[in-house]
C-alpha cells in the first residue's frame, strides 16, 4: 500500500515497512526486538533507523493521517458515550467543539475612558449621579454614602 507521504520523505520500502510496523506496535502488542527480526536487522540499525529525522517525520505524518482516516469514528463513539452519560466523555467533547464548562467560564471586563477630559462641573455632576444611584441601589440617603 502507498500513501502520498511516501514519495516527499524519499525513504526506502525497508524504511516505510519498518515504520508502518512500528505505528502498528501497540495494536499488534510488537516489540523493537520483533520488528528488527522481522526485516532481519540488528536492534542497533533499527535504533539508528528510528533516530533520522525523516524517518520520525514520516511516522508523524502517517500518524495524522491514520487518525484523520478514523477520526469520525472515533468522534462518534465520543458522542455515544457522551450521550450515555460518560462524564470524560462529555468533557473532552466540550473541549473539542470549545464549550467552556462553568468554572472555567471568563468574564472580561472593560473599562472606557472618555476620549475628553471633564470640567469639574461636569465631573462633580457625574460624582452626585453615581452617588445618588448608589444611595437607591442601597437604600440610603446620600448623606450616609458619603460618611
Known amino acids: 500500500m ?3 507521504t511516501e514519495e516527499a520523505f524519499g525513504l526506502s520500502p525497508r524504511d ?3 515504520a508502518e510496523d512500528i505505528i502498528g506496535m501497540k495494536a499488534t502488542k510488537t516489540t523493537f526486538k520483533e520488528i528488527a527480526e ?3 536487522i540488528s536492534d542497533r540499525q533499527l535504533r539508528n533507523i528510528r533516530r533520522q529525522k525523516v524517518f520520525r517525520e514520516y511516522i508523524r505524518e502517517r500518524t495524522l493521517e491514520r487518525f ?3 477520526q469520525g469514528d472515533i468522534l462518534a463513539v465520543l458522542v455515544a458515550k457522551a450521550k ?3 462524564m470524560k466523555a462529555i468533557q473532552i467533547y466540550t473541549d473539542i467543539v470549545g464549550l467552556k464548562r462553568p468554572n472555567q467560564i471568563e468574564v472580561k471586563t472593560e473599562l472606557r475612558r472618555s476620549t475628553r ?3 469639574n462641573e461636569e465631573l462633580e455632576a457625574e460624582f ?3 452617588q445618588a444611584e448608589l444611595a437607591e441601589l442601597l437604600g440610603k440617603d446620600e448623606e450616609q454614602i458619603l460618611n
Open 38 to 40: 522481522k526485516h532481519s
Open 16 to 18: 516505510i515497512e519498518i
Open 117 to 119: 477630559d471633564l470640567s
Open 84 to 86: 450515555q452519560g460518560n
Open 2 to 4: 502507498r500513501y502520498a
Open 68 to 70: 484523520e482516516d478514523e
Open 128 to 130: 452626585a449621579s453615581i
